[in-house]
């Protein structure tokens, strides 16, 4: 393993490390969301199985709170031991960020202890629904900060460059950057949709298995209509997200895109093969939809890749990336369509299998959408660790020890993601859920 490029050992594991942590950050971002609508609906409604559902999720919310923090705490390790000089240059003006990304999660880690212990405890359920809204801000401030350090990695700006360093660093101007709105969106409504799409899917498996009574089927209305919602506001913000990039990141749409000339009236391709002198073939071919995309205007001029040098082009093979976010982001929307229109079709009040089978993979087709989305930020960005300022191979450590940190790192990583399943499939056992419905009913909390 020493004898490897420690450049490409050092992107692997922090490549890795955001694999596994965007799993459990985007869980922790959406999830409050998803409690807080459960226990609002059971209040306003006055029906005990949502907050039920409320409570159990939150049990469920901890666990991958605690992995995450592991996580979490991983990637500010590697940024110092595996980028130091990427750091030494631009570690001023991402210190802002990282330290209200601590204060935001010291918030939310609080109120959450709060709220978790004090259940019934009060005559008024709203105030203990209000001890969630913190929960909510801190854990979405949280992405909000870390995000923002990201959308600097890919629009700069805020400081003078002197001789390699940065001075006259402007903190506030840094962190507010031009890629931080479209960014910060997108991971925010994705995570939601992520989330309501997981919650879902632990619905239909249980009515898969046969558990026929209304707490499954109410909390598979509940977050498949979330799951619409928060999936058309994703694609509404990857539309805004696509215009960001054809006038701050052309180079990174038109590699995304395999659009080599620039020109008004360009074409959209979707899947396919580059052949010689780059023809693209097996392709779907949209005409105009890439300068729609750029511009809302079929005219809209769209920069190609030839007019970028050489050594600072995307891979090409975020190509892929892209088509597999735009298809599954269709998906996440057109399976809970289905869910809702179900009545319209004779019969279809009902819960037909293969819905179920297809609300069951809303998890994880928009875990790989994320995944997908990520990868084609972070490997659209190349050659750039700080675009414009610092190429990947000046930023990264030249030691030759990166390949025992992987080794350390995949170890870790692997016991904490099985420990956590296992304990989350034990937590959400089918059984457990019918005896605390029972219970709940035996007392009489019936709605």
């Known amino acids: 393993m020493t004898s490897l490029d420690p450049v490409l050992l050092s992107r692997f594991l922090t490549g890795l490390t955001l694999f596994v942590h965007i799993i459990f950050a985007s869980l922790g971002v959406g999830i409050p969301v998803m409690i807080a609508l459960a226990e609002w609906r059971g209040i306003r409604a006055n029906d005990p199985h949502y907050t039920l559902l409320a409570r159990r999720w939150a049990r469920g919310f901890v666990i991958t709170v605690a992995v995450g923090v592991v996580t979490g705490t991983s990637i500010g390790l590697q940024l110092s031991l595996l980028w130091p000089s990427f750091m030494r240059v631009a570690g001023q003006a991402i210190a802002l960020p990282l330290f209200m990304e601590t204060f935001a999660f010291f918030v939310e880690a609080i109120f959450l202890g709060i709220y978790l212990y004090t259940w019934d405890r009060f005559r008024s359920k709203l105030v203990h629904l209000s001890l969630l809204i913190p929960v909510a801000i801190g854990s979405s401030a949280s992405a909000l900060f870390i995000t923002t350090v990201n959308a600097f990695m890919n629009a700069p700006q805020g400081f003078t460059l002197t001789d390699g360093v940065l001075t006259d660093i402007r903190p506030l101007e840094a962190m507010f950057n031009k890629a931080t709105p479209t960014k910060v969106a997108h991971v925010l409504v994705s995570a939601y949709t992520f989330c309501a799409g997981v919650l879902g899917g632990i619905a239909a498996y249980s009515m898969l298995r046969g558990q026929k009574h209304v707490y499954f089927k109410k909390a598979l209305k509940l977050t498949m209509v979330s799951t619409f919602v928060f999936a058309v506001a994703t694609a509404m913000v990857g539309d805004f997200s696509g215009k960001y990039l054809a006038k701050y990141q052309p180079e ?196």
């Open 252 to 447: 990174k749409l038109a590699a995304g895109e395999w659009h080599f000339d620039t020109r008004p009236y360009a074409t959209l391709v979707f899947g396919g093969v580059l052949g010689k002198d780059n023809e693209v073939r097996y392709g779907l071919k949209i005409p105009y939809a890439l300068s729609i995309l750029a511009g809302n205007s079929p005219r809209t001029e769209v920069i190609g890749l030839n007019d970028f040098p050489e050594d600072e082009r995307p891979p090409l093979s975020i190509h892929y990336y892209f088509d597999a976010m735009v298809a599954l982001g269709g998906l996440l929307v057109l399976i809970p369509l289905l869910y809702m229109l179900r009545g319209w079709v004779p019969g279809g009040k009902a819960y037909p299998r293969w819905l179920l089978i297809g609300i069951m993979a809303l998890g994880p087709l928009a875990f790989v959408a994320i995944e997908a989305g990520w990868m084609f930020t972070e490997v659209g960005r190349q050659p750039w660790i700080l675009r414009g300022y610092m190429k990947t191979a000046e930023g990264a450590i030249t030691s030759g020890h990166v390949g025992l940190l992987v080794v350390l790192f995949v170890i870790l990583y692997f016991v904490v993601c099985l420990s956590c399943i296992r304990v989350l499939s034990k937590l959400f056992r089918n059984q457990d859920a019918m005896e605390e419905i029972k219970a709940l009913e035996m007392k009489g909390d019936r709605p």
